[in-house]
């Protein structure tokens, strides 16, 4: 801003003769025409006590800033020169704090929508592909030496996206250690996984029966390492969107937006009346417009957080609690499904794992699939699209059941010829056998995961858009504000040359 | 060197310590803390010396036929045997991992081997049928209890005939009704413990292997025999759930050696020809067929139906068919032992 000493109208010069002399300068005798009660005040407050005697050569620079200070305060245009100083410092404050405020937002929002959200999806993914790979394996097994070629390109499948999201969630973890530690233990045991099925593999197909003690090992290797491990990931990442999704929306930022805007607001105002009183003009335009912007700026911002929170919330229910719901099912019923297979495989001495089929079903859905995860995913959709896959998803759960109650009674016939359909019922490929029943479950369920994924992303990516247009806002309202007070009070001040 | 002699001596007395703890009597239960101290103390043995099996006598000998056999589908009102036939199938408990024995072909899933082909027969008495058999899977450590459950009719698992067995099933177990004694046919099959070890092992018999791990399965008398034998430094007993989960540890090179019956090792070194049997017999293994106690009249049914395969050639077909080619092509079936 220009400021030069010549326009200043006061005739009393004692401040620039500046020196270690306090000053007492005359009350009366300051601004000739122009009395301001406030400056007044003010330059009253600074004087020194003239009993202080020696003041530390830092005082007296300081003594010397703040005569300064005061010598404009005296004057009219001086006055108005340090307003607009004040003002647009205040101003720059305000575009600093809304700026770190609403960026902060954009990246919690962004932290839940761009990283833990697809970390938590991913960690899921990881979840069923192991899990529906071991269910394959086990299946399989129990189907004899040869599989089919479905079975076989579908383990494989598995094993390539388990490790693909597993590298990249090793990736993308951050910072999270017990996630890390998760992942890592994870990546040691994959290999291990994979040769022991590979060796039962090649066993089985000797006609050894080591095979089958290779694929128990493998299938230990996955219940009580693999798949716990799967879980803990999810749960930290689980935990940690839980996390992001609270400071996302936390309300307490709100605030400093608008103690901010209120302290501009009052200086803009105060500024006002100061001109109303001393130049007689109602109103300056340009001062009143930076007003209107501060509020409008303000305004916006809360109301954008406010958009914002309430996508998030969108975002967070239903559409990522049914991922979650959905998710869930889908591990349950691949587990029901090895289980069955087990009990299989174990010939009559696999109760153990009918207790545990048992038990999973009744976390996945109960009889009728309107308990355990599928209730509470039917529940979640309410009445929204999803709702018609929940629904077929319900369904697949059902005919699974019965398949599965028919090759129970089979098995527990007790005739050889009996067991031998119960394992082709278990293992076969025509309409009415256990996997493509299954598959047909599973496949509603992948498809309510992804309209819920889809349903996510877009509520998540509202939230973020929202923010973003605020990142390109602040600081060009905030520019304009300081020119505005720039531009009306400099013509104030030009009214006095 | 002493040392080799030494620990002769201290096996001798071991296995006679192993043969009274496998003694559950009362004086099995006196006599416990001196097996469990004394591991290779002399007077561990000076206590087996002074009591005799007497209480269990040939643990061997079971209950005579009643000559002759039913005829297939008219067995007699008011048995077992009845009972089976009105349910239409013998329920079996046996493994289906053991090559030989009992092992489930990966290509039709049916399990098969010497002692399915015995299982069978069984069937055939009884039904004319030698189909109409259930096979249950078991691991080692549930087949005894689930012959005291009723879970299955008889088990044919490579069951070791001990007096611990025949007196109280698994006597560390004292919950009804798996504290209750089990029957036993006549002995099928005479096996041994013996060891095996991968083909580049230096060790030549078992205390060679002392300080390292050995497996054998849980609720066998080889990992028992694994946990006392006198060696310095020890076994290390590696126990497993399922037989064929030793020879998966050995190939992992988890383990140094298993030691397990002769009929099971054989089945090993068929799927892994990089092992190899060591040392002399450990120990013998009497093969019984387990059955429920309160059956005695089908202990002499199954007994008949032993003494009928072993005299017309069946046992020996059978025999030939799966061990021969691993042991003595022909061999006698084992006499059979009658306490009454």
């Known amino acids: ?74 004057t009219t245009p001086g006055l108005l020169r340090v307003l607009s100083v004040a003002l647009i410092a205040l101003l720059a404050v305000m575009a600093v704090v809304d700026f770190r405020v609403g960026s902060a937002r954009k990246n919690a929002s962004d932290a839940v929508g761009l990283q833990s959200e697809p970390l938590l999806v991913r960690a899921q993914s990881i979840y069923s592909a192991l899990a529906h790979a071991d269910a394959t394996a086990t299946n399989t097994f129990l189907a ?157 911002l809360v109301a954008s957080f406010l958009v914002e929170q309430h996508r998030l919330e969108a975002a967070r229910h239903p559409a990522s609690d049914l991922v979650g719901a959905l998710s869930r099912a889908r591990v349950l019923a691949l587990r029901a499904e090895s289980d069955d297979s087990l009990a299989l495989v174990a010939r009559g001495s696999g109760d153990q794992y009918r207790a545990d089929f048992d038990a999973t079903v009744q976390k996945l859905g109960g009889r009728s699939g309107m308990s ?29 059941l019965d398949v599965h109650g028919r090759i129970i009674q089979l098995q527990d016939s007790g005739d050889s010829g009996q067991f031998d359909e119960a394992v082709a019922r278990a293992t076969g490929t025509s309409d009415g056998d256990e996997l493509p029943t299954l598959t047909r479950f599973d496949k509603s369920l ?52 | 060197m002493m040392r080799p002699r030494s620990t002769i001596v201290a096996v001798a007395a071991i296995t006679m310590a192993a043969s009274v703890a496998a003694a559950c009597s009362t004086a099995h239960d006196r006599a416990a803390p001196d097996h469990l101290g004394g591991r290779s103390a002399a007077p561990a043995a000076a ?161 060679d292997l002392a300080g390292k791990k050995v497996c054998a399965t849980k609720g066998t008398t080889s990992i028992e025999f694994i946990r006392q034998y006198p060696s310095r430094p020890p076994l290390v007993p590696y126990p497993v759930k399922v037989r064929s989960d030793c020879l998966v540890a050995l190939q992992e090179r988890k383990v140094d050696a298993i030691s397990g019956d002769d009929t099971i090792l054989a089945g090993f070194r068929r799927q892994d020809p990089y092992t190899k049997i060591i040392g002399p017999p450990l120990e013998p293994e009497p093969y019984g067929m387990a059955i429920n106690q309160d059956h005695p009249e089908f202990v002499r049914f199954v007994n008949g139906v032993l003494e009928t395969v072993r005299a017309d050639g069946t046992w020996s077909a059978v025999y030939s068919k799966w061990l021969g080619p691993f042991f003595d092509s022909v061999a006698p079936p084992p006499e059979p032992h009658y306490r009454d």
Request: net charge negative; hydrophobic share 40%.
């Open chain 1, 1 to 74: 801003m220009p400021s030069s000493d010549d326009d200043s109208q006061d005739g009393d010069t004692a401040a620039r003769s500046g020196g270690a002399a306090p000053i007492s300068p005359d009350p009366a005798k300051t601004s000739p025409g122009f009395s301001w009660r406030f400056g007044e005040w003010i330059s009253d407050m600074f004087r020194p006590n003239p009993r202080v005697g020696t003041i530390s050569t830092a005082g007296r620079k300081w003594r010397l800033a703040v005569d300064w200070v005061l010598a404009r305060l005296r």
């Open chain 1, 144 to 300: 004899g030496g040869l599989e089919s070629i479905d079975q076989r390109q579908g383990y494989l499948a598995d094993l390539r996206s388990a490790s693909h999201e597993l590298s990249v969630a090793t990736r993308e973890i951050g910072d999270s250690d017990a996630a890390a530690r998760a992942a890592t233990l994870m990546s040691r045991d994959l290999p291990l996984y994979t040769g022991s099925v590979e060796a039962a593999r090649a066993n089985n197909r000797q006609n050894l029966p080591v095979g089958a003690a290779y694929l128990r090992q493998a299938s230990t290797l996955m219940q009580q390492e693999l798949l716990p491990g799967a879980d803990r990931l999810y749960e930290v990442e689980a935990r940690r969107l839980e996390h992001e999704y609270l400071s996302a929306g936390s309300g307490s930022d709100v605030e400093a937006v608008v103690v901010v805007m209120l302290a501009a607001l009052a200086l803009l105002v105060a500024t006002q009346l100061f001109l109303v009183r001393r130049t007689k003009r109602i109103f300056n335009v340009p001062l009143v417009a930076a007003s209107v912007l501060v509020v409008l700026l303000s305004a916006s």
């Open chain 1, 372 to 400: 355990g995860s599928l209730g509470a995913a039917t529940t979640l959709t309410g009445s929204s699209d999803t709702s018609d896959v929940v629904a077929e998803a319900r369904k697949g759960y059902r005919d699974y």
């Open chain 1, 446 to 497: 992948l498809k309510g995961i992804s309209q819920s994924e889809a349903q996510f992303r877009s509520d998540a990516n509202g939230a973020r858009n929202v923010l973003r247009v605020l990142a390109i806002a602040i600081p060009i309202l905030a520019i304009a504000c300081g020119a505005l007070v720039l531009y009306g009070l400099q013509i104030r001040i030009n009214e006095y040359r």
């Open chain 2, 47 to 207: 206590t087996t010396t002074t009591t005799p099996t007497a209480d269990c006598g040939d643990a061997t000998a079971s209950l005579r036929p009643q000559a002759p056999l039913p005829s297939p589908n008219q067995m007699p009102g008011g048995t077992y045997m009845r009972t089976i036939q009105e349910r239409g199938s013998l329920v079996v408990g046996v493994d289906q991992n053991t090559l030989q024995l009992a092992a489930r072909d990966p290509v039709d899933g049916q399990i098969k081997g010497f002692e399915i082909d015995l299982a069978r027969q069984i069937a055939k008495a009884i039904f004319g049928d030698e189909n109409r058999v259930e096979l249950k899977a078991v691991s080692s450590a549930q087949r005894l209890p689930f012959v005291q459950d009723q879970t299955v009719d008889l088990a044919i698992d490579a069951v070791t005939v001990n007096c611990e067995r025949l007196q109280c099933g698994n006597c560390n177990d004292r919950t009804p009704p798996f504290d209750e004694p089990v029957a036993f046919s006549t002995i099928y099959y005479d096996a041994s413990q013996r060891v095996l070890v991968p083909t580049d092992s230096t060790a030549t018999q078992l205390q």
